[in-house]
C-alpha cells in the first residue's frame, strides 16, 4: 500500500510540474526622472522640463513551455511635475497607470508587442485631461537585467477610448504655459 501511494504521490508531482507554468518574475524600481520636454519647448519656443518620481513594479507571466506571453506593469503613484525653468509656472498630476503587454514568439527581440495603457496620463489645470484606454503597438529590443522585455511603441496609437487632449500632449502643455 505504501509504494502504491508513493508511486501516486510522485507522478501527481511529475504531472504537476508538466502542466504548470513558472512562477511569474516581479522587478520592482523607484522613478526618478527629470528631463526636457522636448516637444513642448519646440512648440513653445522656451525650455519646459518634466520631472517625474513613484515606484513601478513590472511583473512577467509564462506560459506552460517557460514562453514569455504577458507584461503588466503598474504605476501605483506616479507624479509628474511639468514646469517651465526660472520661473513659478509648473503643474503636478497624479498618473497612476497599468500598461498590459501581450507578447509573441516568447518576446523574442524584433517581434511585436501589443500594450493596453489603462489610466490617467496627464491633467493639466485649465487645459484639460488624458485618460482611459490605449492600444498601442511595438516591438521588443531587449531585455534589462532581470529578463523583463525592453519595448518600442510606435507613436501612433491604435485605438483609444476615454477624456483625450483636443491635441498632441506638447500642445497642450505648452498651453498652460501662455495661460
Known amino acids: 500500500m505504501f509504494r502504491l501511494f508513493a508511486f501516486v504521490a510522485v507522478l501527481l508531482l511529475a504531472m504537476q510540474s508538466i502542466a504548470s507554468a513558472d512562477q511569474p518574475l516581479q522587478e520592482r524600481k523607484a522613478i526618478s526622472f527629470d528631463g526636457p520636454a522636448v516637444g513642448a519647448s519646440a512648440v513653445c519656443g522656451f525650455p519646459i522640463?518634466?520631472?517625474?518620481?513613484?515606484?513601478?513594479?513590472?511583473?512577467?507571466?509564462?506560459?506552460?513551455?517557460?514562453?514569455?506571453?504577458?507584461?503588466?506593469?503598474?504605476?501605483?503613484?506616479?507624479?509628474?511635475?511639468?514646469?517651465?525653468?526660472?520661473?513659478t509656472q509648473s503643474y503636478t498630476t497624479a498618473s497612476p497607470a497599468v500598461l498590459t503587454q501581450y507578447y509573441t514568439?516568447?518576446?523574442?527581440?524584433?517581434?511585436?508587442?501589443?500594450?493596453?495603457?489603462?489610466?490617467?496620463?496627464?491633467?493639466?489645470?485649465?487645459?484639460?485631461?488624458?485618460?482611459?484606454?490605449?492600444?498601442?503597438?511595438?516591438?521588443?529590443?531587449?531585455?534589462?537585467?532581470?529578463?523583463?522585455?525592453?519595448?518600442?511603441?510606435?507613436?501612433?496609437?491604435?485605438?483609444?477610448?476615454?477624456?483625450d487632449f483636443p491635441a498632441a500632449i506638447r500642445f497642450e502643455r505648452c498651453a498652460f504655459f501662455q495661460q
Open 49 to 87: 522640463r518634466v520631472h517625474a518620481e513613484g515606484d513601478q513594479i513590472f511583473t512577467v507571466f509564462y506560459d506552460n513551455t517557460g514562453n514569455i506571453i504577458r507584461e503588466v506593469d503598474v504605476f501605483p503613484n506616479l507624479k509628474v511635475t511639468v514646469y517651465r525653468p526660472g520661473t
Open 105 to 163: 514568439d516568447n518576446a523574442a527581440i524584433g517581434s511585436p508587442v501589443t500594450g493596453v495603457l489603462t489610466g490617467l496620463v496627464e491633467k493639466i489645470p485649465g487645459v484639460g485631461l488624458d485618460s482611459g484606454r490605449a492600444v498601442l503597438q511595438g516591438v521588443v529590443t531587449g531585455y534589462d537585467s532581470a529578463g523583463v522585455p525592453l519595448n518600442h511603441f510606435s507613436n501612433t496609437t491604435v485605438s483609444s477610448a476615454g477624456p
